[in-house]
């Protein structure tokens, strides 16, 4: 059982900074197009996905993990919601060029290689569509061994500060890069209440999660000081995609 595992089986909804209530603040600061056709990517328990199809979007959402994505789909029939979900891998979306208006991510694109990640958000958006991703951030000195040992633990294999995130957008194709919010540090945030969280109660009597919880709580120990985040928002680029790579 690696960390993404874990989550899944504890149903986390909001495995990032600033948990759900960050997240409802800021698409409630938006203003994105009514009816907008939006890809969540990494949707996780679905709890996101919900909220963006309660508030009229057109919503599909992907995510690789199998178990992550019975527990949205479940989600959603309670809810009463038609949302689209889709297994598949952020590095080959299974979507035609320009479809979506808006591709929505929180805490993804750090466990991915974030050129071939990047290109694909660029593809599938529409010229002119928004880009919003909530993602960890390099805010101190970063070692080779900080570095093996956050990918070693929770897949992270890309740290960078805002300002190379900013220059990496831009180098696949985004313009019109924002900083929506930051900060140098992880920060708390509270345990909200989830009433469709599907939670694996024997989890808290396995002696493997209890150590991957010690090694959790190391890691941020030491580490943590070193580690921000950042919401950034673009916008994919009117320019045609081939004049591009010329």
Request: glycine share 8%; proline share 2%.
């Amino acid at each position: 059982m690696d960390y993404h595992d874990l989550l899944a089986r504890l149903g986390e909804g909001s495995a990032h900074p600033g948990g759900f209530t960050a997240t409802m603040q800021l698409l409630d600061t938006l203003s994105l197009p009514a009816h907008s056709k939006v890809l969540e990517v990494g949707c996780g328990t679905g709890r996101t996905a919900c909220y963006l199809a309660r508030n009229g979007y057109r919503v599909t959402a992907v995510d690789l993990n199998r178990q992550m994505l019975e527990k949205a789909v479940r989600r959603a029939r309670r809810e009463r919601l038609d949302i689209r979900f889709i297994q598949a891998d952020v590095k080959s979306l299974p979507f035609p060029d320009h479809y979506f208006d808006v591709v929505f991510v929180e805490s993804v694109t750090i466990f991915t290689q974030w050129r071939s990640t990047l290109t694909e958000y660029k593809r599938v958006l529409k010229p002119g569509g928004i880009f919003i991703d909530r993602e960890m951030v390099l805010s101190g000195r970063k070692t080779e061994v900080m570095s093996r040992r956050l990918k070693q633990f929770y897949g992270i294999r890309t740290l960078a500060t805002m300002t190379t995130w900013k220059k990496r957008l831009r180098h696949c194709g985004f313009t019109e890069v924002l900083i929506k919010e930051q900060s140098r540090s992880m920060g708390k945030w509270g345990v909200d209440h989830d009433p469709h969280r599907e939670m694996d109660m024997s989890l808290f009597e396995d002696e493997q999660v209890q150590r991957m919880g010690r090694t959790n709580d190391r890691l941020l120990a030491r580490y943590g000081k070193r580690l921000g985040y950042a919401v950034f928002e673009a916008k994919s680029s009117m320019v045609n995609d081939n004049k591009q790579k010329e």
